[in-house]
């Protein structure tokens, strides 16, 4: 099989090191994103990159674990990718919980950032 393409490859990458970010220093993640950036966290609209930040880095949990069971990422016609993930997260001593996560990656002045970011714990209410 070949190589993968090149919106899977920074797509992938960038999935790597935004988890890796995320489960050891939220603080750092407004590296990735920009001041036109937006966040959809479970409903919550948050956007620039200090509002984005102050949220992630103020979630109420001390420690977390990200486990990434899939992962898809496609070009779009603006050149930029669109990525969603599926997994598993662990939150403190809170039970293992399924989550989707959607990016929408630019790249400006030579560097990806994310534009776009959608998440959502994957919890099922069948009451």
Known sequence: MG????WEQIGSSFVQHYYQLFDTDRTQLGAIYIDASCL???GQQFQ?????????STLPFLKIAHSITAQ????TPDSCIMSMVVGQLKADEDPVMG???????KNIND???CTNDMFRLALHNFG
């Open 72 to 75: 898809d990422h496609q070009p």
């Open 3 to 6: 190589e993968k393409p090149i």
């Open 40 to 42: 959809t966290w479970e």
């Open 111 to 113: 560097a990806w950032v």
């Open 48 to 56: 620039g990159k200090a509002a984005i930040v102050e949220k992630l």
């Open 99 to 105: 989550f989707h996560q959607s990016f929408i990656l």
